[in-house]
């Protein structure tokens, strides 16, 4: 049976790196946690160093691999070797506290130093169900997101608000993987023109 080459090319499985950035208690952690695993813990400790987790988006065929990397001072010399390679970034920032919402800034000005200039970035104002607590207004937030070419969402890990449309989002600004092309199946390949016999000499008169 003739193989269907006008079927659509099947596109190959795109690998992403994606990297979490922000202030330590912002709930990076909370996030990836909720999203890879659909879990929520109200004490979730500290992440040392970077952790590592992948999550598969079969409908954008889309792997991500996620870095949730420390806040803590100490370990911010060691980002520059989670972020470099990423194409994507997280940068997020708690709703509660203006600290923190400056130190995402910091860390959009440090991305927009030395990361990728494809990276794709977004700003996660995180703790979105402390809304009597809010520091930080949502139209700052995003005039600023607007101001730095930023994707902007207020998200919360323990409602789960906003937290996969966050991840989607991201995956459907990612630059496309080409398709694999179709590989014929059966069948004798021929040639566009028959080839020609060899023209014989003229025979002498």
């Given at each position: 049976?003739?193989?269907?080459?006008?079927?659509?090319a099947l596109a190959q499985q795109q690998t992403a790196k994606l990297v979490l950035l922000g202030e330590q208690a912002a709930g990076?952690?909370?996030?990836?946690?909720?999203?890879?695993?659909?879990?929520?813990?109200?004490?979730?400790?500290?992440?040392?160093?970077?952790?590592?987790?992948?999550?598969?988006?079969?409908?954008?065929?889309?792997?991500?691999?996620?870095?949730?990397?420390?806040?803590?001072?100490?370990?911010?010399?060691?980002?520059?070797?989670?972020?470099?390679?990423?194409?994507?970034?997280?940068?997020?920032?708690?709703?509660?506290?203006?600290?923190?919402?400056?130190?995402?800034?910091?860390?959009?000005?440090?991305?927009?130093?030395q990361g990728s200039p494809n990276m794709i970035m977004a700003l996660a104002g995180n703790k979105a169900d402390l809304e009597s607590?809010?520091?930080?207004?949502?139209?700052?937030?995003?005039?600023?997101?607007?101001?730095?070419?930023?994707?902007?969402?207020?998200?919360?890990?323990?409602?789960?608000?906003?937290?996969?449309?966050?991840?989607?989002?991201?995956?459907?600004?990612?630059?496309?993987?080409?398709?694999?092309?179709?590989?014929?199946?059966?069948?004798?390949?021929?040639?566009?023109?028959?080839?020609?016999?060899?023209?014989?000499?003229?025979?002498?008169?």
């Open positions: 049976m003739a193989a269907d080459l006008s079927a659509p990076k952690s909370s996030l990836v946690l909720r999203y890879v695993k659909g879990q929520f813990f109200d004490y979730q400790a500290s992440t040392v160093g970077a952790a590592f987790l992948t999550k598969t988006i079969p409908e954008l065929n889309i792997k991500f691999e996620i870095w949730d990397t420390a806040g803590q001072e100490r370990y911010h010399s060691l980002a520059p070797m989670y972020y470099r390679g990423a194409a994507a970034a997280i940068i997020v920032y708690d709703i509660t506290s203006t600290d923190s919402f400056n130190r995402a800034k910091a860390w959009v000005r440090e991305l927009q130093r607590a809010r520091a930080v207004a949502t139209e700052e937030a995003q005039a600023y997101a607007n101001e730095a070419g930023l994707f902007f969402l207020e998200t919360s890990a323990k409602t789960a608000a906003n937290v996969n449309e966050l991840f989607a989002e991201i995956a459907r600004k990612l630059p496309k993987a080409e398709a694999a092309p179709r590989q014929p199946q059966g069948g004798i390949v021929l040639d566009s023109a028959p080839a020609q016999a060899p023209k014989k000499s003229a025979c002498c008169a």
